[in-house]
């Protein structure tokens, strides 16, 4: 079947989806319909922000739904009546009656090595972890999350300044290149699923702001994988002065400190942990800009000989 002939409906929210989206719209495949998630209302003043699959299915003039209910969703896709389905990044799980409409059945693009960390955060908890790899599976989908049989997969090295924002880009380009190359090979059966290992399956769930809070008592390992994993957000904090203070870098150095304790050396500042310290590289306290711990010490001297939590 050549690819104008493939219809193709697509089911994304994120930028990681849209990078998917337009790979398989450049490459010829025909969309015959892109479902994303309802228009939010965020800032301050609740401006209406719809999702980057939106504004991309806009700029090519692709047909965009925005189901409200399970039932609306599945009145669009028997209409458009796709022969295959496409999942990035949609936020929601699909029912059923969806997910086994199309004649070839619908694809995920999961941002791990699955069964490896199956769920809503694969990508902060592959850096939570220490992991030096990561990768895109696809896999046809099933009415259990995550767990349908693989169709594909790639891997990529983690480094060890990758953090959540910057693997999400590497991934959403290898997912990119990944479903071009497969869809086409799939649907001729050249390309044949196999089931995963359930024995070895591992979950993660979703990341909440609350997550991001420091326990200065952990190793200072852990707490630089945290600063890492939780950026873009809700970033790694601690309280000072009544005021939330984020660690945006840190390096682990083998000082012996009390558990939040901070000291002030040479222009740059360390925090006592569980095992081990953090020297802080950069940092943003709360209502200021983001700034190095030199530029940060310029303004609060006070910092040194306290205590966080």
């Not at 997550?211 to 950026?231: D, K, P, Q």
């Amino acid at each position: 079947m050549e690819r104008e002939n493939i219809q193709v409906l697509f089911f994304g929210t994120p930028l990681f989806a849209s990078r998917i989206l337009e790979a398989i719209y450049k490459s010829g495949f025909n969309i015959c319909g892109v479902i994303t998630q309802t228009t939010k209302r965020a800032g301050r003043g609740k401006r209406s922000t719809s999702s980057q699959v939106k504004e991309l299915a806009d700029k090519y003039h692709l047909l965009v739904y925005q189901p409200v209910s399970l039932n609306e969703m599945v009145t669009i896709a028997k209409h458009l009546n796709p022969n295959i389905i496409i999942v990035a990044s949609y936020g929601k799980l699909l029912p059923p009656d969806v997910v086994h409409l199309p004649e070839f059945g619908s694809l995920n693009v999961h941002g791990s090595l699955l069964p490896k960390y199956r769920g809503a955060s694969p990508i902060p908890a592959t850096i939570l972890n220490g992991d030096h790899e990561t990768g895109i599976t696809i896999m046809k989908m099933t009415e259990k999350l995550d767990a349908g049989p693989i169709i594909s997969q790639a891997k990529i090295k983690i480094e060890t300044s990758d953090t959540t924002e910057s693997l999400y880009q590497k991934l959403a380009e290898v997912g990119a290149e990944e479903i071009v190359r497969v869809i086409p090979l799939y649907i001729s059966g050249d390309i044949h699923p196999h089931e995963q290992d359930h024995n070895q399956a591992t979950y993660c769930s979703i990341i909440k702001k609350g997550n991001g809070l420091i326990n200065w008592h952990h190793s200072a390992i852990n707490i630089e994988r945290t600063t890492r994993a939780f950026i873009p957000w809700p970033h790694a904090y601690t309280n000072w002065n009544g005021k939330i203070l984020k660690i945006l870098e840190a390096k682990v150095v083998k000082k012996v400190l009390e558990p939040g304790y901070v000291i002030v050396l040479d222009k740059t500042f360390y925090i006592g942990c569980g095992k081990d310290s953090l020297e802080i590289i950069k940092l943003q306290l709360e209502g200021k800009n983001e700034m190095t711990s030199k530029d940060f010490l310029n303004g609060y001297r006070d910092l040194d000989g306290t205590t966080l939590s």
